[in-house]
């Protein structure tokens, strides 16, 4: 074993927390307060971006981490527009409330519908999500399409997601896509601006996962 | 089905291609010219973030983009740090070539054997890697510590990969653990400083095997 003076040498489970120490020594030297049911929620999207500019474009709808955590409490599941996001959001975490985690991007049937009528599977595994009995908390990091499915999906009255993570990455449609959701009476946690991400996303769902088990 | 004049009508093929012709455009404005050899990684992995940050920080090793090609050509392995990275690289594709993504990170084995030393899943992980008979890709996009795991088999003449992606993110002990990455005789493609992510690395596969797809 090669000892390297230039290695912060931490035990594993010191790691997280130094991290998330920097970040708030880093926040407090820029002067930026963060209010303080957004705190932990903000702080881990840094962490998984290592990207400050998070601070100036996560949008938070009024009450929207309660609302969020009051879902997850009663066993809400939650919805991914990519295999990523769902591989990085804490299942067995969220499972201890009841909670589990779909996504339907790879199912041959949305496919196939999708094929048919010239548009995304994103688009279509929102129309299959809209099915699920339970409320749904939608983590959308990828598609700005899944979003503005959901978008007519509410404006049309047929269907009203329980909650919003609106933070996919990109450059066609991306923005507007998200200032849509930003328009309706749905509570919402939404990144203005291009960035975001599956990584982004299940960060989220995380970090409302981990405030809740250490209540 | 509520047409919005705001959003841009495109078929889903077209939107990947749009939002290319974009990056191309803002990287003509800012006046950057990327090495022909890197364009379609550098600008794969702006398309998965929507930060042009990484024009500056993304540094290859001579001729990484040949080499790591001719080892997806034949047949090497990728492994990863995460299920993330694992979960959104082109398994599909990469499989045409013969190779397969591994991440270990999950085996029981490996999360007993951290425990008992005080080190990391992905540190041990890394170590259960070296023994693959098969050449292999490193895609590190989460913990320095697999990198410093990498970088101490090869002071040590233990292991040598053959190829290291090092895109971890984060801010203890990562800008460090790349740039010991870059200090050793691997070819590699690192990002330098504190930016990066399990996207970024599966990003980096999916830009080699596409280019790959399309001879």
Not at 75 to 93: E, H, L, Q, Y
Not at 112 to 137: D, F, N
Request: hydrophobic content about 45%; proline content about 3%.
């Amino acid at each position: 074993m090669i000892v390297l003076d230039r290695i912060e040498h931490l035990l594993p489970e010191e790691i997280e927390k130094r991290s998330f120490e920097i970040i708030s020594q880093e926040l407090e030297q820029k002067g930026i307060v963060l209010p303080q049911e957004q705190e932990m929620i903000t702080k881990r999207v840094i962490h998984t971006s290592a990207d400050f500019d998070y601070v100036k474009t996560l949008c938070y709808s009024k009450n929207a981490v309660r609302i969020a955590k009051d879902l997850i409490l009663n066993g809400a599941d939650i919805v991914t527009d990519t295999n990523m996001a769902r591989a990085g959001i804490n299942k067995k975490m969220l499972a201890r409330f009841g909670g589990e985690v779909h996504c339907f991007m790879a199912d041959e049937e949305v496919s196939q519908t999708a094929k048919e009528r010239g548009t995304t599977r994103a688009a279509v595994s929102m129309e299959k999500a809209s099915k699920l009995t339970k409320p749904v908390i939608f983590a959308i990091g990828n598609a700005p399409t899944a979003l503005i499915q959901l978008y007519e999906m509410m404006q049309s009255k047929a269907f009203r997601p329980a909650f919003v993570i609106g933070v996919p990455v990109g450059f066609v449609n991306v923005e507007v896509a998200k200032e849509l959701i930003m328009e309706m009476d749905v509570p919402y946690i939404v990144n203005r601006g291009r960035k975001g991400g599956s990584n982004v996303a299940a960060a989220i769902c995380n970090a409302l996962l981990y405030e809740l088990g250490r209540r």
